[in-house]
């Protein structure tokens, strides 16, 4: 991959966040500055360090709520060359709970980082977005296409509304902002190095942290919600993709912007492939040698049956498609679970 210019400042909301702070790893490597914006609400300053370990020097952090308008506009003070928009409250369970903290913080937040991205003349954005928005799909694999319906959960409206919002925001600035909608489907692992990693505050909410930390001993055991599913062994099925592909399309969106001045554009960013969570427990154990206590337990309000990626349009138009096996990613989310507890 060709090196970007030095000078090319790319801000990471939610940069100390799982696939943040991997992106943030990307960036560097192809030769950007990220600049780091995390309130550290559901982070740690200690990805930062471990950030410096994995690269070699410290990155422009700024504690800060990307919502927050006055301390954005110091940030953006200084021109960024485009934006990577991951800042988000972003599960599924908590957000059929609390869906007035996610309406508020995930789209109230994003339309007051718009409105300043617009100010401020920045160029090029790429937005987190999700699988969620296709709702209970019944085509798969799912493709860029597919009629959007109805969301599952508050969290999965909330990237939906987020997407509207910035097609009309572009349509609004005459295509000045150009944005990608990237819509990941279920990234796992952790760097390679284990300096970074999944780090979910309390009750981890996915699947794979909660799994590595029944391994670990730290959660009883892994409860798989629902075998009753209409899949071929009863579990939901998800397209696992590792956090190192995720983040690696971020940079592959990024050139696609510098490319198409003004575009916006939809990607899946998946393997293409689904897994059932029995069969995720099968590789976790052939991958690592370690047996995953797990019982069965009723479904979990807001899951859909299964999903997983058409992704050949991520392919084509930005050369990007994922090269870690579902074993490499369970073995590198076990090898950081394993330094956690050391």
Known sequence: MATAPSHQRILVTGGAGFIGSHTVVALVEAGYVPVVVDDLRNSSSSVLDGLERILGSRVEFHELDCGDEAGMRKVLAKPVHGVIHFAADKAVGESTEQPEQYFSNNIGATARLTGLLRE????????????TVYGETSTLPVDEGAAIQPAASPYGYTKQACESLLRYAHSAGN???????L??????????????????IGTPANLVPFLTQSVAGIRPELTVFGDDYPTPDGTCIR????VCDLAEAHVAALRWLEKHPGALDVFNLGTGCGNSVKEVI????KATGKAVPHRFGPRRP????????????????LGWSTRRSLEVCLADAWRWQEKLVR
């Open 120 to 131: 401020s003349g920045v160029q090029h954005l790429v937005f987190s977005s999700s699988c």
């Open 175 to 181: 295509g000045q902002l150009g944005v990608a909608l």
């Open 183 to 200: 819509r990941y489907f279920n990234p796992i692992g952790a760097h390679p190095s284990a300096e970074i990693g999944e780090l979910p």
């Open 239 to 242: 397209d696992y993709l590792h």
């Open 282 to 285: 099968a590789a976790f154990e």
């Open 302 to 317: 807001g899951d859909v049956t299964a999903i997983y990626a058409d992704a050949t349009k991520a392919e084509a138009e």
